[in-house]
């Protein structure tokens, strides 16, 4: 069963924009995190962003200024802004959850930025 579903991915040039949305199925309660990872070829897979249920943010260096990490107030739904891509953010991204008892993950979705 899929809990998460991802959408947003794409191809795009250096300087663009693109918007990543995670919606899941509605099963996942007691959310503490939700936000994005992304594995670039022959890379481990690392955090890009990450939001909190207090609000709170945590985002890798390489992104912050130009990608914004938010979620609607029911925990349903977490979104990635990236403005101003370089090609160095081309990578496949995946959806995060976590709440006390496991972590989940979308299948991802491939951004491919040109120079």
């Known amino acids: 069963q899929e809990h998460l579903v991802e959408s947003g991915g794409g191809l795009v040039q250096a300087g663009g924009s693109l918007n990543l949305s995670c919606t899941q199925s509605?099963?996942?309660?007691?959310?503490?995190?939700m936000g994005w990872y992304r594995q670039a070829p022959g890379k481990q897979r690392e955090l890009v962003a990450e939001?909190?249920?207090?609000?709170?943010?945590d985002y890798t260096d390489s992104v912050k200024g130009r990608f914004t990490v938010s979620r609607d107030s029911a925990g349903n739904r977490v979104n990635l802004q990236m403005n101003s891509l370089s090609p160095e953010d081309t990578a496949v991204y995946y959806c995060?959850?976590?709440?006390?008892?496991?972590?989940?993950w979308g299948q991802g979705t491939q951004v491919t930025v040109s120079a």
């Open positions: 995060h959850v976590q709440n006390r008892l496991r972590q989940y």
């Open positions: 509605g099963l996942i309660y007691s959310i503490g995190a």
């Open positions: 939001i909190y249920t207090g609000g709170s943010t």
